[in-house]
């Protein structure tokens, strides 16, 4: 049974970092797309970044230069490091994983298994 989850949500002021970890059990996440999204309450989930099965990554334009994906193939996690943190990337943060190996960052309906998702909030 394929499961992800997420950790390492949690308050930091503007300008801080954090850094967002999710385990896969049951499933490589080397062989196939990984992906990080986030939601606002009454918003539509957003792609943050995906990481293809070749290590190539990609990522929102709100988030360029700031956040940065990448992956443990030996220890299956995925992680997405945050920099200088704003007050609008609060959001509820979701791990997902797609049945494919290329096109890593794309609409919500090409991922199938998600996290519980981990809570990040950045005040001014």
């Known amino acids: 049974q394929v499961q992800l989850v997420e950790s390492g949500g949690g308050s930091v002021q503007a300008g801080g970092s954090l850094r967002l970890s999710c385990v896969a059990y049951?499933?490589?996440?080397?062989?196939?797309?990984m992906a990080w999204f986030r939601q606002v309450a009454g918003k539509e989930r957003e792609g943050v970044a995906g990481?293809?099965?070749?290590?190539?990554?990609s990522s929102g334009d709100s988030v360029k230069g700031r956040f940065t994906i990448s992956r443990d193939n030996a220890k299956n996690i995925l992680y997405l490091q945050m920099t200088s943190l704003k007050p609008e990337d609060t959001a509820m943060y979701y791990c997902?994983?797609?049945?494919?190996?290329?096109?890593?960052?794309?609409?919500?309906?090409?991922?199938?298994?998600w996290g519980q998702g981990t809570q990040v909030n950045v005040s001014s």
């Open positions: 997902a994983a797609a049945p494919f190996p290329f096109g890593c960052f794309g609409p919500v309906g090409k991922f199938k298994v």
């Open positions: 049951g499933y490589s996440i080397s062989r196939y797309c």
């Open positions: 990481i293809d099965s070749d290590g190539s990554t």
